[in-house]
Structure formats: structure tokens, C-alpha cells
């Protein structure tokens, strides 16, 4: 049986100036064409309620979501490390709510890690979960579970006091015991001052070149998502065009009486329906 990524790899990569790459998904056959392609990190982010369930923001999943979606890319991979997203409201109650829904993550879905949101604020939470085991990454400057205090996606970490805030954030974390830590929509500058400051990896989702790491959704990159594209993500592929045009093409056909074909038929033996017939 192959080993998955470790936490201790990931920090080791950082030490060896090895840029880790991140990428989301949120289903079996996502999951195992993101393995095929080398990522060694996989994020099952809360982001699948917009990409996937359709709402407006992540606030409405569920851990149950989560779960669900989690044992799908568990079941999809063999080497890849797994890191489930805790929604809104699973884990800001504090420490003994958070250790029950992330004990489900790694329980019930197979994940090898959590995520969760918050600096100095969730730094005890960090804390017990990894005392009871379970590894965190932790996640600051725009935090999505959020947007409806802070107003919109907006750059953070923008003025002195916020950058010392975003600074003291990512400390915090790593003090409470986080393995990495997710720097998003912060200036480019200030995260290659994070990264350069604590030990853990940084990993960058609109925050520079310099980050130990970057992640990126799974939809932006390959065109799957047409609602907008962010400034922070590259589209690699449009495949949603193919799949526009494939889909097409097939009503097309069926409509056309092109498909099936005998290609795509089974044929009966020529006396079959002459002995059908003798029995009506």
C-alpha cells in the first residue's frame, strides 16, 4: 500500500525551497486525475458549495458536505494528501465542537488533515485538535466564511495594522501547532514577509510568487466554473467549452437520428423475434 503525503513531508519541502502545489477537488474522478498529474495536496474546500452546490458563498455547507465529498476524493487517491475544509460554524464555538466535526473528518471521511479559518483568534482550537491528534492548517488574510463581516473579497493586510495583525496571525498559528498555513488575497510583499518569518509552509492563493506553496481551484483552472475568473487564477484549459460542445454534438445526433449506431447497439439473432412472435 502506497503512503500518502505526510505533514512531515510538507515541512521538510519548505526547508529544501521545494514549492508545494495545492490544488482543490471534490470527487472520485477529480480526485484521481489530480493525483495522476504529481499534486501532492488536495484540498476538499468549502468552495465546493459555490463550484459544485451552486450557492453564493461557502457559508451554507455543511460538515456533512464536507464529509460526503471528502470520502469520494479519499476513495479517488492512494499517495495524495487530503485536507478537509471546516465550514462556518463548525469549529467557531470553540475547541470541544471543533475536535467532534474534525475527528468526523478523519474518521468518517479518511482525511489526513483539517482546515480551518481564523489567526490568533482560533489559536486555541488549533491547539487542542492538534493535541488530540488531528494535524490543522490554518488559514488567514481573506477569509471566505467571513465575507459577509468583511464585505466582499478584498485585498487584506493593506495597511501597517493589518499587516502586523496578519503577521501575529500567522505566528499564532504556528505556535498552536499548524503544519501550514493559507495566505489569501494578502500583498505579495507581506506574504513573502510571512513565509520568511515563520517555519511552517505558506501556502498562496493570491498572494504572491514567494509563498511556500500555492493553491488554486480546481474549476478556475480548467474553465469548469463561467461565472467569473479571479485576477489571482490562470485558466489552463476551457474545458467547459468542450463539454458545451460535446454535449451538443450528442442531442444533436440523437435528434438527427445519428446515435446509436450499430456501433453502439446489440443485435439479436435473426430468429429471435420470429419466435417472440410465435408466443404473443
Known amino acids: 500500500m ?32 489530480v493525483e495522476e498529474a504529481g499534486v501532492p495536496l488536495i484540498l476538499v474546500g468549502d468552495t465546493l458549495g459555490m463550484v459544485v452546490l ?19 476524493v479519499v476513495r479517488g487517491t492512494r ?19 471543533a475536535l467532534r466535526n474534525a475527528g468526523r473528518m478523519l474518521k468518517e471521511a479518511g482525511a489526513q488533515s483539517v ?15 492538534v493535541a488530540a491528534g488531528i494535524p490543522v492548517m490554518g488559514h488567514i488574510g ?10 466582499g473579497y478584498k485585498i487584506q493586510g493593506k495597511t501597517p495594522a493589518a499587516a502586523v495583525k496578519l503577521i501575529n496571525d500567522a505566528v499564532a498559528l504556528q505556535e498552536a501547532g499548524a503544519y501550514a498555513v493559507v495566505l489569501e488575497l494578502v500583498p505579495a ?8 518569518r515563520i517555519s511552517i509552509p505558506t501556502i498562496g ?14 474549476h478556475d483552472l480548467l474553465g469548469l466554473f463561467s461565472e467569473f475568473l ?31 449506431t450499430d456501433k453502439e447497439s446489440f443485435i439479436q439473432r435473426e430468429n429471435v423475434l420470429e419466435d417472440v412472435g410465435g408466443l404473443a
Not at 79 to 97: C, I, L, R
Not at 142 to 151: A, K
Not at 189 to 196: F, V
Not at 205 to 218: K, L, M
Open 142 to 151: 481573506l477569509t471566505p466564511q467571513s465575507i459577509n463581516q468583511v464585505g
Open 54 to 72: 451552486g450557492y453564493d458563498t461557502t457559508v451554507p455547507v455543511t460538515v456533512d458536505d464536507i464529509i460526503h465529498h471528502t470520502k469520494a
Open 115 to 129: 482546515k480551518l479559518e481564523g489567526g490568533v483568534a482560533v489559536a486555541e482550537t488549533v491547539r487542542a485538535l
Open 205 to 218: 492563493i493570491g498572494a504572491g510568487v514567494d509563498c511556500d506553496g500555492q493553491v488554486q481551484v480546481f
Open 189 to 196: 510583499g507581506l506574504s513573502k514577509a510571512i513565509s520568511e
Open 230 to 260: 479571479p485576477k489571482h487564477a490562470k485558466r489552463y484549459a476551457n474545458i467547459g467549452d468542450s463539454i458545451v460542445a460535446a454535449v451538443g454534438q450528442y442531442a444533436d445526433d440523437v435528434r438527427a437520428g445519428r446515435f446509436p
Open 79 to 97: 499517495k495524495t494528501h487530503v485536507v478537509a475544509d471546516m465550514p462556518f460554524m463548525s469549529f467557531q464555538t470553540g475547541p470541544e465542537e
Open 2 to 33: 502506497e503512503r500518502r503525503t505526510t505533514v512531515t513531508a510538507l515541512k521538510a519541502m519548505k526547508k529544501r525551497g521545494e514549492k508545494i502545489v495545492m490544488i482543490t477537488a471534490y470527487d472520485f474522478p477529480s480526485a484521481r486525475l
